[in-house]
C-alpha cells in the first residue's frame, strides 16, 4: 500500500491519495493504456484473468485495506478498482480516487515514479489462509490473480538500463513441471512403478507421496506394510541430471484424514510403537447415528471424496508430520541404505494444517503441495511463514497443486472444450512469466488412461518446460532464493555482476538487459547468454553451481546482445528402452469381485461363464459344451494407444484338454462402438493345457489386424469343455524392451526374465520356482522390469532362481545351452553355478569365459550345458550365480541380468 504524502504528490502525477475505508473494493483491474510499454508488458488485455488482481475476502465480506489516487493531467492510469456489490457482482469504482496504479515521469526526469494502492506484501501472506474464496475452481484453470502484482514489479525493474533479475524457471525455459503421484490405495504401489516408470521413459522426473496407513479403521484398511517391498524396487531408478533420483519420495501423511486441516498442535513427542496402539494412533470414524458416528472431540464431520463423512480422533499435526517422516526415513536410510534424504510432504485431501509448514520445518522438509493454485490464486511457489501467521517466513516452500486427475476425465482428447485442451492451454499462458506447474496423478485407477496423458503433456510442454520432482524443486528453489546477486559496477561500455550462492542451484537463470553481452565468469562456474524466454531480457544461465561466490563479466552496447552462447537445454526422452507393466487384476480384493470391477476400477462382466475368487485366482468354469463364453475386463475408459505396449501377461491353470481363447477389444475413433477383433488367439499355443501353473505372455503383435490406437478391453472366452474350471492370476498389459529366449514362442525355456515385480517380490520365477539373494547382496532390485540389478556387497553374495518345482527338479536334456544377458562392470565377471542330480552336486562355469561384460551395453553369455563338468541334464534343481567380482567397498559396481534362459529345445508353450 503506497500512500503518497502531499509534499510528494506533484511527483508521483496524483492530486489525491486517500486510504480506503469503505472495505468494498474488490480487485484491481488493469488499463491498457500505458504509453511506452514497461510495467504492463506481456499482459494480454484480452483474457479477463490476466489483468484482474482480486483481494477482496469473500468470507469477511471485506477487501483489504488499499489506497486510491486521483491522477493529474500527464501521468498515466494503469489500474482502477472495482467494488463488490450486496449481490457479490464487481463493478467499476465511480469514486474520485478510483485509480489504483499511476504511472508518472516528473518534468526533466528520464525514469519514472509508479504508485500501486495495494500492500502486496500483506496479500500474500493472506493468501495463505485461502482466505479470498474468489476462486469457482480450485484447481486446472488460469487464476494468475496474485501473480499480476509480481509481474508489475518485476517488469518495473526490468524495465531500467541496468539491472539483474532472477527467473522463476531453470535454464530459461517458460515452465517448471513436476509430476506427483498420490500412494493412498494398496493397488497404487505396483500401478505407482509402472506410472514412475513411464515418466521415466520420457525423460521427466516425479514424486510418489506415500500414505504410511498402519491402522485400519472406518476410512480404509491398513496397507502400509504391503507397499515396504514396493518401496525398495522403486528406490532403484536412476538418478537424474540434477543429481537427485529421478523418482523421489514424499510423505503423504499416516492418517490421510479428510479432518487433517482442523488437528490439534500435537504434544511433539508423538511415536510409532510397531503392533500397539499405545503409540500415535490417529483413527478415522464414520459420521452416523450411531454412538462411533458422533463427534466427541469438537470436530465436524467432512467428507471424504467418496460421498461419506468422517471424523478423526487421535490425531495431531505434530503426530502425521513426525512419524509419517520416521517411518520413510527408517526405510530409506536405515532399513534399505538407499541415501534418500524424504524433504517433501502432501498431506491427504490437502487437508493443511496451519500448524504442518512448522512441524514439517522442525522434521526436516523442506517444500511440500499441500494447497491448490487457484485457492491461492498463483501459479508460482510461494515461502510459507509460521503457522501461516503474518510474520517469520520458514525455510519451506509451498508448490501449489495446478491440477489433479480427480477435478476432471483424463482423455487426451483434444477438442475446444476438452479438459485437456484446457490444461494444455492453461500450461501456455503461465510461460508468459514462468509458472509451475504441478500435476497430481492417482494411480489407483485408469491407469492405461492417466499414463497416456501423463505422457503425451510431458511431450508437449518438452519444447519450453524442465522437468522437476518436488525434492528437485524443492532444494533449486531453496537455493535459488537464497541467491544473492548484485551489479557491482556499470557503465556504458562494460558491467560486473556478483553472484553469492548458498549451494548448487543449476540452470539458475539472471535476467539482465538486451544490451548486456556476456564475457567471462570467475570461480569455476560455467555461464552462457542467450535470448530470455519472455523476449524482453537476454539471459545468463549458469551451470557447475556450487557455494561460493562468483563474478559476471559483461560488455554493454548500444544495441541487443542477440548470439546465443548456450547449448540446447530441451529436456530429452531416455536414451534406453525403460520397461513396465500394469496391473489389470490380481483377483485378490472381494470387494472388487462383489462389485465387478478390476484393479482399474473398471467393469468386469462374464457370459456364459460361472466365476469365483479361489485362493487369489480366478476360477472360470463354462456352463454348457457350446464353447461360446467369454470374460470382459475393461481397460480404459476412453480407448487408449496401445500401440507402445508389447505383451499381455497372465498366469493360468488349465486342466489336459481344455482349451481357452483371448482376443483384444478394439472400438471405433470415437471410443463408442465395439469393432469385430480380427484375431482371436489359441491360449494354449503359448502355454500348455497340463493342469500346473504357467505363465502366458502373448506378444501384442501376434493379433494380426488388431486396431492398437483405440484398445478398450480384454476378453477371456470360448473356453471348454463345460465344468472343467480354468484358473487365471495376475493379468497384466506389459511394454517389454526385449524378449527372452523361450517367451512369445520362441524357442527354449525361459527361466526368470524379471517381467514381474510381484513374482520377485514373493520369491518366484517364470517357472514358479523359488528366487531370491537371500539378502546377501547390497541389493537386489527389480525398478525396471526386465532388469534385475545385483549388487555385491563381499565375495560371498549369491543370487539364485530354482528350476526345481514341487520337488520335482527340472529336465532339461532337450537343451543344449545357458543363456544369460548381462550387464556390469568392465572386467567384471561371476561364476554361474548348476545344482543337478539326486546328491545335488554343482558345476560351475566363470562368465569370463565367454563373454566379456561393461556397462555401456548387454552382453549375451551363451553356455554350452556340456561345459559344466558332472552336469546331469536330466535333473536340474538350482543356477546360482555367486563369486562376483568386483565386490563390496568402492569397487563394487551393479551387475544388471536380464534373463535366464536355456535354449533349444522345444518352442514354448508347445
Known sequence: MSQVPTALQALAGVSASTVDSAALRSVLQLSNSETTVQALRNFDFTDFYDINMPFFENFTSKGLVNVGYTPVDGSQTLGKYLVRDNNGVDSPDTSTTRTAFVKNQPDGASGHVYSFGVDLGFLFIRAQDEAGGYSLYYDGHYYPGYDIGTRIMKNIVTSSPHFASLWSVPYNKGLAFTTTWDIDTYVSYPHGQGIAAAALERGAAGNLNLHTKYITDAYESAYFQYGVPYIYQISGFPNGPDGYPFIDFGSHTVSHSPNAAFFPYGTLDEQYIQGSTSGYSPYIHQCGSGTDGIPDNGEICREGGSGISFWTSGGSASGEVRVSAFLLRYLLQDAFDTGYNLTTYRPGHLSWSKYQPTQCVANGFIGGSSCAGNFHLTHLPFQVTHNREAFAELPYYEFPLQWSDGDGNVSINDFPGSDYRLQVDTIKRMTRYGGHYNILLHPSDQLFDKIELQRTLHDVIRPFAVYFNQTGIANWWTNRDRAIVDIAAADDSSATITVRLDGVVDGLTIQVPRTYAFQSATGGVS?????????????????????????????????????????????????????????????????????????????????????????????????????????????????FDASIYTHIYFDMIAPAGSKLDVQLVSYDSACQTEQQSPTILDVTHYAAADGTNHTVAIPLSDFVGQDMLHIRAIRIGNISPAQTPIYIDNIKIQKRCHTAPGEGRTQGLSIDSFQNVDRWITGINNIFGQTDDDNSMQFAKLSELGKMQLLPSSSSSYFYTSTAVDGVSLNASGYSNLSLSVRGPSGGSFDVVVTSGSDNSNSTVSTKLYASVSQSDFANVTIPLLSFSGLSASSISRITLRNFTPNGGSSASNFTVRWISLLGGPISGT
Open 527 to 639: 555461464a552462457c547468454q542467450q535470448l530470455s524466454y519472455d523476449g524482453q531480457t537476454n539471459a545468463v544461465v549458469l551451470r557447475n553451481t556450487a557455494k561460493g561466490l562468483y563474478t559476471l563479466n559483461f560488455s554493454v552496447g548500444s544495441n541487443s546482445a542477440t548470439v546465443s552462447t548456450c547449448p540446447d537445454f530441451t529436456p530429452q526422452p531416455s536414451n534406453e528402452c525403460v520397461a513396465w507393466d500394469v496391473a489389470v487384476d490380481d483377483f485378490l480384493e472381494i470387494y472388487y469381485s462383489i462389485n465387478n470391477i478390476n484393479l482399474l476400477i473398471l467393469p468386469t462382466n462374464s457370459t456364459g461363464l460361472s466365476t469365483n475368487y479361489v485362493d487369489g485366482r480366478l476360477q472360470l468354469n463354462a456352463t454348457t459344451n457350446t464353447g461360446i463364453n467369454s470374460y470382459y475386463t475393461e481397460l480404459s475408459s476412453f480407448c
